[in-house]
């Protein structure tokens, strides 16, 4: 059996680790924010009646179903804001020169 051999370039592998990064940011976001929206929809649709409940005015759809799921996406929406908002602010600040010293530029 012979054994291929793929020569990736070093543009291709940076933009693989890119790519990497941003879908598990993603992840960061998305699974926590999904596991508290069950929970929440759960505690929510315990205490209140979907068919009583009103929005600014708006009642939501009579079918018990329509407002579970309108509720969830609802809830998970908040989450994953939430969650966003995590990621933001854990960013590394950007490095700093200590005091005195200046950039150097690469040439070219």
Not at 36 to 53: H, N, T, Y
């Amino acid at each position: 059996m012979a054994t291929r051999l793929y020569l990736v370039d070093e543009t291709t592998l940076r933009q693989h680790a890119v790519w990497r990064q941003w879908v598990e940011r993603w992840i960061w976001i998305l699974w926590p924010s999904f596991l508290v929206a069950i929970v929440a929809e759960g505690v929510f649709f315990s205490l209140f009646d979907p068919v009583e409940v009103t929005i600014l005015n708006i009642h939501i759809p009579p079918d018990r179903s329509a407002a579970y799921t309108i509720g969830f996406f609802a809830f998970w929406l908040m989450g994953a804001a939430s969650s966003a908002c995590t990621c933001w602010l854990q960013r590394k600040p950007p490095a700093r020169l200590p005091a005195g010293e200046t950039p150097v530029s690469s040439p070219g």
